[in-house]
């Protein structure tokens, strides 16, 4: 065990061995044999694995299909046995991993949460106190009450999140393969995680190398069983990408492209080229269902993204001039209401907003009890890849410095993005023209 205090969770020499029986009878004949005879191969999901991750750490894991992840977070949450080597864990665990463990198909939601609860250090009574605050992050309806086996794997999921959410966990253990939810409740789950990550340290798993860079700190590159490298997460995903790209595409390919390379053809005019990024937004209103708090004195009562001209079709292209209408009403007066929106993507990284005080700072319009009153942002719709993303909307009272929120909503509006071609960046921006020609 390192003599790091802060180090919370410590690998050393993790090995993990799987034995394959090629027939089922195998398995008898090897339960007879008591070692004298082995009917089974051999197979090293992890070897010789090292790595310490200090408190408050956010540490990415990832690596192709059956490098170990999943083997390597089981051994960490003790759900599976080292074959050899050592795993030192201080705090209590809370973790979303398989499908499937941990909740008895037979029980209802209800007793369940209870089961699960209690699994994870909670008492009854932390239990019952918190119940309502679990069912309501599953939202899962009148299902809660009935048994596991007939919920989808996104109920599933739903319930499983809400009960680690709430259990005061030191270390969360995440494998986002699992995020299988709607826009709406995997916006939930990452405004859990990132306020989990201001306290707590983060083990999360993911196939792709920009989720882990977007939320963590460092990676772990697991690589047939063994860490192939381990730094910043912007580093190790890097080269996790480019070792993918050459495994796809091959160093000899690349050789070879180089040396078949044809001689570059006479100077041509520039050609020029618009794109089509075949972009498509859907704004899905959930002003309903939205999430957030208020204080009564204010609310938002619209959240709109549509055409400048004040139409609503049935979808946006990315490029267009449109408008963000937030509609509001007063229930106390307001002396210097601000309303503002902010649109976030599936991992909760803000990436675009604005709000009212570029105008409320020079003149305040003061808004009286039961009068109604909306803020109107007019922009260029960027092209957004593929995904869903949530526009918070809010109303506060007061100026840049000192201003009270008054409603707070994290997903008044869901945008629901198709693109074919946006292959870029966090945001597109709509490219009139590229230009390409041989200069001399
Ligand atoms: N119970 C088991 N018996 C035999 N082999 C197993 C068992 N569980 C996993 N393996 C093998 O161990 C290797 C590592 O599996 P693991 O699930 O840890 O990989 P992974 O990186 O999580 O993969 P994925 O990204 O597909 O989830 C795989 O080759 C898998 O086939």
Redesign the pocket.
Known sequence: MSSDSDVVISVRNLSKR?E?YDRPRDRLLQMFARGRRQFFRE?W?LRDVSFDIRRGETVGII??????????LQLICGTLNPTAGEIEIKGRVAALLELGAGFNPEFTGRENVFMAGKLLGLTEEMIEERFDRIAAFADIGDFIEQPVKTYSSGMYVRLAFAVNAHADADILVIDE?LAVGDAVFTQRCMRFIRSFQERGTLLF?S?DSAAVQALCKTAVW?SA?QVRAMGSSRDVSESYLQYTLQETYGEEAKLQDIRKQPQLPDPQPAQQAAVDYEVRVEPQPNLDEAQGWKTGAAEIIGVNLELADGSSPPFLTGGERVRMRIEAVAHQPLERPILGFLVRDRLGQDLFGENTLPFTAVSPTRVEQGQRFRAIFSFSMPMLPNGSYAVMASIADGDLYTHVQHHWLHDALILNVSSAKIRFGLVGIPFEKIEFGVTE
Not at 63 to 72: A, C, E, I
């Open positions: 799987y394959i197979f999901a690596g192709r299909n059956g490098s170990g992840k999943s083997t390597l393969a798993v196939h697991l069983g």
